[in-house]
């Protein structure tokens, strides 16, 4: 059984649509602010006051800057559109403007390339407050309709989990490594957990709130209290691409080593992986090599890039990728018991996710994907992991009343 | 009779011992935090509000206890489990089908002779009705041929705990029953006679539940979110409760679990539920039953059919 696209954020999406303006192109408040005579400076002063930037107004958004330089450019990353489009100056005024047609419940992350004779910066959009941060730096965020989940946010009603460090020395790697452990709000030895591991855990901290979707989810009984292994690598582009020695890292020293020193539940419907794009990769190469071990799949934007015919054009980092997704799609065999599946539509890696839901629903095992009009990146990441924890660990959501 | 009284969730805000206070309750107050499953019986909190001794009733760790000597009881209790699982999916399928046209019905305001559409949306609702009747009567059916077979009071494992429990409630000066998981605390409390016992014990001497305690005492529990992130969120009935009380539909936490300001859910839900009424029970509320009458407590307001949330006052029990 799979699902494109969730219930509920089909109906979400199916009432901001509804609630959307029809086309305003045409009455755009930029259009009003600069038809006739050029705007005064106060002019301009009142209109930033008023509008928060950049302005959304149905599926048109204006980005504004305002100051004197020779040009300004919108540096995105949906795939799909240029990725740099030149702002249009505001005649005898130091304001410059870009209008983008985008989809009702989209989430762009931007930067702003600006340019002084032969010198080019990129920055956050000085008008635009909002941020997403990731291992890269900022970007500046637009969305359009679709806000921030209440959930992703720290609630002082929610009882926070605790997190631990853990060190072991990994036979399979040569060397310690760390381990974040994240152990629920009123843990008790006396009770069993299913643990999940996560790749690339201190960014998924970090940059996708996740200690705090943790405690919070779980507060709200929408996912089972579980135990979180949180790895990190220090070199994924080479550990992540089906490497059979982090499959041994995973699975014969981190699960043992958790299991041996906290209470968890060893049946494989009990255990999880988790990761984001090379991330997602380690994390069904994982499962695929150790069949009947890990029995659910949280996969994010996965990379997981292949070919029909002819080499891989993603670039040298990509070819054990594209080797074992090639692999993986001649023979998927069955991994895993439970795959949930996420991808933006705003990502390279659509077409590829997409191609993935047919094959893993060939294979028996219960599929889910879902799509959001997003990037690949953490917000991205984070926004989506209600739906899938909550379907992969349910928590007793329905039947506690505290 | 003594009085009765429903509460809300008590974490973040209990209002529990002024009641205590004001009835003149004196130690010790027996506790029922079966609901809390593992965490049974960690009464440091309640016991620091209460400002008196409270002796849990471990019905979470009794339960154990008679499973483990009473292995042919363990079995026959997880068969019934299972049936009650599986009717209780047989009965979601039909339920979802049930709903939508009274939903869609209630949300049209055209063309329609207002006459005609009220008595469609009446029979589209009456229909709910029906199935959530006939499964509960199922339900009832699957708890009688199980207690008619094994007759559980009686066996010698329940039997030696309900008597160590009847002691304690005898020295109790009342009882108070906490939330949590809402069929764990109710099969616990079946298990062990709890309805007959809580029928004898307040005759004399007040009952408090709040949350999942008050569901479980009562005659119908509807389980109920309106935005889970899976699944369709349709309030269902979960089961007939333990009878103690008649005429409401406790709604633990409703203000974070229904969308209250959605006239068309809400008009459905009481109206479904109909004639009894939908109380919302959210952190500071209560209700409480004195002479056979419901009163209501700080902030009361109840499920209106036309759609609103209106102040609730009281009713007849």
């Known amino acids: 059984m799979s699902t494109a696209i969730s219930e509920r954020a089909a109906e979400e999406e199916s009432a901001s649509r509804s609630d959307e303006p029809k086309d305003t192109a045409q009455g755009l408040a930029i259009h009003e602010l600069i038809r006739g005579a050029p705007?005064?400076?106060?002019e301009i002063d009142s209109f930033l006051e008023r509008h928060q930037v950049p302005l959304v107004e149905g599926t048109s958004v204006t980005f504004l800057y305002r100051g004197q330089v020779d040009e300004v450019r919108l540096q995105h990353f949906i795939y799909g559109l240029e990725t740099s489009q030149p702002f249009d100056r505001v005649a005898d005024t130091d304001l410059r403007y870009l209008v983008l047609?985008?989809?009702?419940?989209?989430?762009?992350?931007?930067?702003l390339n600006v340019r002084n004779g032969n010198e080019g910066r990129w920055v956050l959009d000085p008008l635009n407050p909002e941020r997403a941060f990731d291992p890269f730096g900022a970007n500046s965020v637009c969305r359009t309709g679709v806000q921030t989940p209440d959930w992703t946010r720290p609630d002082p009603e929610a009882r926070p989990g605790d997190v631990l460090n853990l060190q072991l020395f990994s036979r399979a790697m040569g060397e310690s490594r760390n381990l974040l452990l994240y152990l629920p709000a009123r843990f008790r030895r006396n009770r069993r957990y299913p643990l999940l591991v996560v790749h690339d855990g201190n960014d998924y901290l970090k940059y996708s709130n996740l200690k705090t979707v943790l405690d919070n989810l779980i507060h709200r009984q929408e996912v089972a209290p579980l135990i979180v292994a949180l790895t990190q690598s220090p070199d994924r582009l080479a550990e992540y691409p089906d490497n059979e020695n982090h499959v041994r890292f995973l699975t014969d020293e981190v699960v043992p080593l958790v299991e041996r020193d906290y209470p968890i539940r060893r049946e494989p419907r009990a255990r999880g992986l988790m990761g984001a794009s090379f991330g997602a990769v380690a994390s069904l190469s994982c499962a695929w090599r150790r069949p009947g071990v890990w029995g659910k799949l949280l996969l994010q934007s996965g990379s997981f890039a292949f070919t029909d015919i002819g080499p891989n054009r993603r670039g040298p980092a990509f070819d054990p990728v594209v080797e074992f997704v090639n692999a993986f799609r001649r023979n998927p065999g069955r991994?895993?018991?439970?795959?949930?599946?996420?991808?933006?539509?705003?990502?390279?890696?659509?077409?590829?996710n997409r191609s993935m839901v047919p094959l893993l629903q060939s294979t028996g095992m219960d599929v889910r994907y879902t799509e959001a009009r997003d990037g690949h990146n953490w917000i991205n990441w984070r926004d989506r992991l209600r739906q899938g924890l909550s379907w992969l660990f349910p928590g007793p959501l329905w039947m506690v009343y505290e | 009779m003594h009085e009765l009284i429903v509460f809300g969730p008590q974490r973040l805000e209990p209002v529990l011992r002024p009641q205590l206070d004001r009835l003149g309750v004196g130690e010790p107050v027996a506790s029922i935090t079966a609901g809390w499953q593992e965490r049974e019986g960690e009464i440091e909190d309640m016991t620091d509000h209460l400002q008196r001794q409270v002796v849990d009733l471990e019905l979470h760790r009794r339960t154990e206890v008679v499973w483990e000597e009473d292995p042919d009881l363990f079995h026959a209790h997880r068969a019934r489990q299972d049936r009650l699982q599986a009717l209780q999916r047989l009965y979601r399928l039909r339920l979802d089908y049930a709903l939508e046209p009274a939903r869609r019905l209630l949300r049209r305001e055209d063309a329609f002779d207002p006459k005609m559409l009220e008595a469609t949306r009446e029979s589209a609702i009456g229909a709910v009705r029906l199935l959530d009747d006939e499964h509960l009567q199922r339900v009832r059916a699957e708890h009688e041929r199980f207690e008619s077979q094994w007759h559980p009071t009686t066996r010698d494992a329940v039997a030696a705990q309900r008597d160590e429990l009847t002691a304690i409630l005898s020295r109790s000066d009342a009882l108070a029953i906490a939330g949590g998981h809402v069929a764990v605390l109710l099969n616990r409390m079946r298990l062990f006679g709890f309805a007959e016992l809580i029928a004898d014990f307040i005759a004399e001497k007040p009952v408090f539940a709040w949350a999942a305690g008050a569901?479980?005492?009562?005659?119908?529990?509807?389980?109920?979110?309106?935005s889970p992130p899976q699944g369709a969120g349709n309030p269902e009935v979960l089961d007939a409760g333990l009878g103690c009380y008649r005429g409401l539909v406790p709604l633990p936490a409703a203000g974070g679990r229904l969308r209250l300001d959605d006239t068309v859910r809400v008009s459905l839900f009481a109206r479904r539920f109909a004639p009894d009424v939908c109380l919302p029970l959210d952190a500071g509320m209560s209700a409480r039953r004195v002479n056979g009458s419901w009163l209501s407590g700080e902030r009361s307001t109840y499920l209106a059919e036309d759609g609103r949330v209106e102040d609730w006052k009281a009713m007849a029990a």
């Open chain 1, 335 to 352: 991994p895993s018991e439970q795959i949930f599946l996420s991808c933006g539509t705003y990502e390279s890696l659509i077409y590829e």
């Open chain 1, 101 to 111: 047609d985008l989809p009702p419940q989209s989430v762009l992350q931007y930067k």
């Open chain 1, 39 to 42: 705007p005064t400076t106060e």
């Open chain 2, 215 to 226: 569901m479980a005492l009562s005659s119908r529990i509807v389980l109920f979110h309106d």
